[in-house]
């Protein structure tokens, strides 16, 4: 391995349907292929009560062939580096406290350059009294001060591009920290160096890379690959049931099955491949010839 890693990082939701089943695989493919080392983080922020569904996904990854190095992370048992982190920001009058609900936010008039969803700034410059008077009767979440409206990052696919930034939130009010801290905390302390993940969340990437840049961090290299589609053109989820496990090596007749599966939606094996491992498709594996679109089963 020449250092640094990839990784793989599900959130316990539900069982691995089709979609996180490709991103883990063209994950480790590409770790592998380029000597990194391979991570498991489980993201359970505020999931900690799934369990369950977190050590079947463990034990899908594993049927499926990927050999992950050194032991999981789990997300719930970092809140201190979290907080650290926040306290850190802080220090620096990067953050500030937000009383506003999420149907303020959608109802607040907002600059025509602004893309939908972002915070408007409503209480970015809240007084000292203001923001007392608030705080008696509802918990602030904490929010990043942005110095910037966006931030480039470059992805394989993708290319270079830029990604909004807004004030975006650092740990919400009932005290879980928000995702893109955590993310960014979690690659650096696992020494992950290359994101492969589904490009639903590229648009996140500008946040995560500028954060990570505030907080003295190395930046990682990106990896968006397109999602999977069930027949009616909607994304596969988790919590709508779609096929995982045993269904999915049902579906496809055994575990070889799927992986040939996977092999031909990215361009690795032909149609007429019915059976494959993951070692053959790390033999296979080559940047320029992957052919990743959007995949409808």
């Known amino acids: 391995m020449t250092g640094g890693a990839g990784r793989y990082a ?26 990194l080392a391979f991570r498991l983080r489980v993201e359970d922020l505020d999931d900690r009560s799934r369990r369950r569904f977190a050590e079947r996904q463990l034990a899908d990854l594993a049927v499926l062939g990927i050999v992950w190095d050194g ?58 009294g203001e923001r007392d008077g608030r705080r008696a009767t509802k918990a602030p979440a904490i929010r990043l001060r942005a ?22 939130i650092l740990r919400r009010a009932d005290g879980v920290s928000a995702y893109n801290l955590a993310v960014v905390l979690d690659d650096s302390a696992q020494g992950v160096t290359q994101v492969t993940r589904g490009d639903d969340l590229l648009a996140s990437a500008g946040r995560q890379s500028y954060l990570a840049s505030l907080l003295g ?16 053109g909607q994304r596969l989820s988790k919590r709508d049931g779609a096929l995982a496990g045993p269904e999915l090596v049902k579906r ?15 361009g690795l094996a032909d149609q007429r491949e019915t ?23």
């Not at 599900?10 to 592998?32: C, E, F, I, K, Q």
């Not at 110095?147 to 807004?166: K, S, Y």
């Not at 059976?275 to 089963?297: C, H, M, P, Q, Y």
Request: hydrophobic letters at 40%.
């Open 10 to 35: 599900p959130s316990p939701a539900g069982d691995l349907h089709l979609g996180n089943l490709r991103t883990a695989v063209v994950a480790y493919l590409a770790a592998r292929h380029d000597g």
């Open 71 to 128: 032991p999981v992370m789990w997300q719930s048992a970092r809140r201190e580096a979290y907080d650290a982190a926040v306290a850190s920001l802080a220090e620096q009058g990067l953050t500030y406290e937000c009383f506003c609900s999420r149907r303020d936010i959608l109802d607040a008039p907002r600059a025509p350059h602004r893309p939908p969803g972002a915070y408007p700034g409503t209480c970015r410059d809240l007084s000292a």
């Open 147 to 168: 110095q910037v409206d966006g931030f480039a990052v470059t992805d394989r696919l993708a290319g270079t591009c830029l990604q909004p930034v807004d004030d975006f």
């Open 217 to 232: 961090l190395d930046q990682v290299a990106y990896c968006h690959i397109p999602l999977v589609y069930n027949t009616a």
């Open 252 to 266: 496809y007749g055994s575990i070889p099955g799927l992986v040939a599966a996977i092999g031909q939606s990215i």
């Open 275 to 297: 059976t494959l491992d993951l070692d053959e498709l790390s033999r296979r594996f080559d940047w320029n010839e992957l052919k990743i679109g959007a995949w409808r089963v």
